[in-house]
């Protein structure tokens, strides 16, 4: 079995900063992307940003320029920067990955995590 464990979802304040962590772990042989959704009340899944395993990034145009993806291999983990936040970017974030687990052989790219709460308001 293979979990996605969010952290550092939270409550800020307009044009605060926030950093959301993911850990994988688990029976990983390898990981190929990695990402960030969003989802707000009322409103479908959004991609924010993604990250290939060299490092190779994709963000949102809603995003740009004020949120950065990062990953640490060694520790399977995937991190969201959100700098600049403002009260459109109040959502349930979720991380995602592509995965292959041990003795499978086949890529995956359903694994989530329980996503984190993120609350921008005055």
Not at 55 to 65: D, E, F, L, P, Y
Not at 76 to 94: C, G, H, I, R
């Amino acid at each position: 079995q293979v979990q996605l464990v969010e952290s550092g979802g939270g409550l800020v304040q307009p044009g605060g900063s926030l950093r959301l962590s993911c850990a994988a772990s688990g029976r990983i042989f390898s990981i190929n992307a990695m990402g960030w959704y969003r989802q707000a009340p009322g409103k479908e899944r959004e991609l924010v940003a993604t990250i290939s395993s060299r490092g190779m990034t994709n963000n949102a145009h809603s995003v740009k320029g004020r949120f950065t993806i990062s990953r640490d291999n060694t520790k399977n983990t995937v991190y969201l920067q959100m700098n600049s936040l403002n009260v459109e970017d109040t959502a349930v974030y979720y991380c995602n990955a592509e995965i292959m687990e041990r003795y499978d052989g086949r890529w995956r790219d359903d694994y989530w995590g329980q996503g984190t709460q993120v609350t921008v308001s005055s």
